[in-house]
C-alpha cells in the first residue's frame, strides 16, 4: 500500500487596506471578530474550521476523499485594517515557518492566505511568506496557496508555489470546492512527480468594487471566459484574481492565471485570452456610481412609503464605510442623513467603544443622550448625537451556519449595546469591526431586520448573501470613506506606472 502523504497548512489571512487609519498590531490579532480564536494553532485550527465553510473546511474533506493525513501547523486571521506591523510577520510567520521546519518533512503544503496582505517590511507579504516557506522545504514539494477573489496578486506568489487557486465567486460561497481544487492538484503533484505549466497574466486595469459582483455583468462575463477556459482540453486549473483596489502595492489589479497539463505556451495563451477580453471592457469593469447619501436616505425613504413596495427592508449598502475592506466601522454619513431626513424604522451598527462604556455605566432600560460614531478617523463623518432608551446589552458573539460570505461562522463583535433612539433609528453599538455578513447579528440581540423599512449594512458584495433574500431592494450608496469606491479619491505612490482607470491612456502590450 503506498504510503499516507503527510500535508501541512498554515496561512495568515489579511486583506491590508493602506488607506485605512487602524494599523494592524499584534494586538489585533489577539482576537477577530471574523472567528473565535484570531491565532489558531494545531488540532484548534482544524477545530474551528471544520463546521465551517471556510478553505480549511475544504481541505479537512479533501483529506478524507484522498485519505491524507492533513497537518495543521498555525492560521492567523483578523478582521481587514491598515498595513500589518512587522511585529506581526515576524512572530506570525516566525512561528508559521519554525513549525513548518520542525514538524517536516512534509509531502506538500496548503499555504491558506487572503492574498491582499501588506505589512511594514513586507508590500507582498503573501509571496514573502510563501517565498520562505518554499526556501524551507526545497523545490521538490508541492505548494499551493489559495486565495481570496480579491487577491493582488504578485508575480512572485506565482513563481515560488506550483499552483494558486482562487475563489470564482463574491460574494465568497465557494471556499470549500476551490480548496478541493488545491488538494487534488497537490495530491496529484506528490504521487505522479508532476507540475503544471503556469502563466499569469496582468492585464494593467482595475475592477471597480461597484462591479465585484461576480453574478452580475460586467465581471460575470470574466468568470465566464475563465469557465470557458477550464473547459479546454489540457487546461488543469485556473483562477481570477479581482484585486483588492484599497491596497497602494504594484501588484494591484486584475489578474488572469492559467494552469496547463504541460504547456506553458498554451496556459499563456489561454490567460492572455482573458486578459484582452477583460482590458476590452475596461471601461465597464470601472464606474464609481451609485446615489450619495442624502439622495440614497430620500430614495428609501420615498420606496418604503409606497403600498405597491415588496415586503421586507430597503438595504443601504455603506461602500465607504465597508468594515470587511478595512474601513472603521463607524461612518456616520447615512445615519445623520437619516436624522436629517427624519427616518424613524432604521436599523444599523456603529462602532464605538467609548459609547458602550457610557451605555454600560448608564444601565440597560436606561436613557441616555450620547455621541456615537465619527471617532476613529477624519474619514468617516462626525459623531452623531442620539437620546434613547438602552434596550441590549451583550457579549456580542454570534453564531451562523448557513451561507455566508467566505464561510466564516464564529463571530465576536464585542461587547454589543443597543438604543432604540427617540429619533427613530435603532443603532447596535459594537466594539469590533464586523461586517455586517449576517443576520445573526441582529437576530442574537433580537431585533429582525425584517421589521424595519431601512437597514444599513456596511459593504458592497460580502453583505449580500444574508441580506439579499429579505431586502426588498438593495442600494448601493456612494459613501465617502477609507473604501471609496472612488480610486481617483486617493493618493497612490506605489502602483504599477500606468493603470487603468488612474491613466486612462494606459495600454495593454498583449490587446
Ligand atoms: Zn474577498
Not at 493525513?69 to 511585529?87: C, R, W
Not at 486595469?205 to 482540453?233: C, N, W, Y
Not at 483588492?244 to 486584475?254: A, K, M, Q, R, T
Amino acid at each position: 500500500m503506498p504510503k499516507k502523504l503527510r500535508i501541512a497548512t498554515l496561512g495568515i489571512h489579511h486583506e491590508t487596506n493602506t488607506f485605512a487609519s487602524n494599523k494592524t498590531t499584534m494586538a489585533e490579532f489577539e482576537r477577530s471578530g471574523l472567528q473565535t480564536y484570531a491565532v489558531q494553532r494545531g488540532q484548534q485550527y482544524y477545530d474551528m474550521h471544520k463546521s465551517a465553510q471556510t478553505s480549511m473546511a475544504g481541505f479537512i474533506q479533501a483529506s478524507e476523499k484522498h485519505n491524507f493525513e492533513l497537518v495543521p501547523l498555525i492560521f492567523a486571521a483578523t478582521d481587514p485594517a491598515g498595513t500589518i506591523s512587522k511585529e506581526v510577520f515576524n512572530t506570525i510567520g516566525g512561528e508559521a515557518l519554525e513549525m513548518l521546519e520542525s514538524q517536516g518533512p512534509f509531502d506538500a503544503i496548503l499555504i491558506n492566505q487572503m492574498g491582499a496582505a501588506v505589512s511594514e517590511e513586507y508590500p507582498d507579504m503573501d509571496g514573502e511568506l510563501a517565498r520562505r516557506v518554499r526556501t524551507i522545504v526545497g523545490p521538490d514539494v508541492p505548494v499551493a496557496m489559495t486565495l481570496d477573489l480579491h487577491a493582488n496578486v504578485s508575480k512572485l506568489m506565482a513563481e515560488v508555489t506550483d499552483a494558486l487557486v482562487i475563489y470564482k465567486t463574491n460574494p465568497h460561497i465557494d471556499a470549500i470546492p476551490r480548496a478541493h481544487d488545491a488538494c487534488d492538484l497537490v495530491v496529484r503533484m506528490a504521487t505522479e512527480n508532476w507540475r503544471p505549466a503556469k502563466w499569469l497574466e496582468q492585464p494593467p486595469m482595475v475592477v471597480g468594487i461597484f462591479q465585484h459582483d461576480t453574478r452580475d455583468m460586467p465581471m460575470k462575463a470574466v468568470i465566464d471566459d475563465l469557465e470557458s477556459v477550464l473547459r479546454l482540453p489540457g487546461i488543469v486549473g485556473g483562477s481570477i484574481g479581482q484585486g483588492y483596489p484599497w491596497s497602494d502595492v504594484y501588484e494591484n489589479g486584475l489578474s488572469c492565471y492559467v494552469l496547463h497539463e504541460d504547456s506553458i505556451d498554451k496556459a499563456k495563451k489561454a490567460a492572455q485570452w482573458i486578459a484582452r477580453r477583460a482590458w476590452s471592457n475596461r471601461k465597464y469593469l470601472y464606474k464609481p456610481v451609485g446615489p450619495s447619501p442624502s439622495e440614497a436616505v430620500g430614495y428609501a425613504l420615498t420606496q418604503a412609503a409606497l403600498k405597491s413596495k415588496k415586503p421586507g427592508p430597503i438595504v443601504l449598502l455603506d461602500v465607504g464605510d465597508n468594515i470587511g475592506a478595512g474601513s472603521s466601522g463607524d461612518s456616520t454619513f447615512l445615519l445623520s442623513e437619516a436624522l436629517k431626513q427624519n427616518a424613524r424604522s432604521w436599523l444599523q451598527t456603529i462602532r464605538d467603544p467609548e459609547a458602550i462604556d457610557m451605555c454600560i455605566k448608564a444601565g440597560i432600560g436606561k436613557s441616555i443622550t450620547v455621541n456615537i460614531g465619527g471617532k476613529a478617523d477624519s474619514l468617516h463623518g462626525k459623531p452623531v448625537e442620539l437620546t434613547g432608551r438602552i434596550t441590549r446589552m451583550s457579549d456580542g458573539r454570534f453564531e451562523d451556519g448557513g451561507t455566508v460570505h467566505a464561510g466564516w461562522r464564529f463571530f465576536d463583535a464585542g461587547t454589543t449595546v443597543v438604543i432604540e433612539s427617540n429619533e427613530g433609528p435603532t443603532v447596535a453599538l459594537v466594539t469590533s469591526r464586523v461586517g455586517n455578513m449576517s443576520r445573526e447579528q441582529f437576530y442574537s440581540l433580537g431585533y429582525r431586520p425584517e421589521d424595519f423599512d431601512i437597514v444599513v449594512a456596511k459593504g458592497v458584495v460580502s453583505p449580500r448573501p444574508a441580506y439579499q433574500p429579505i431586502a426588498s431592494e438593495m442600494v448601493t450608496v456612494n459613501t465617502p470613506g477609507a473604501t471609496s469606491g472612488d480610486m481617483s479619491t486617493f493618493r497612490y505612490k506605489h502602483l504599477r506606472k500606468s493603470l487603468y482607470p488612474l491613466d486612462l491612456n494606459a495600454q495593454y502590450a498583449h490587446d
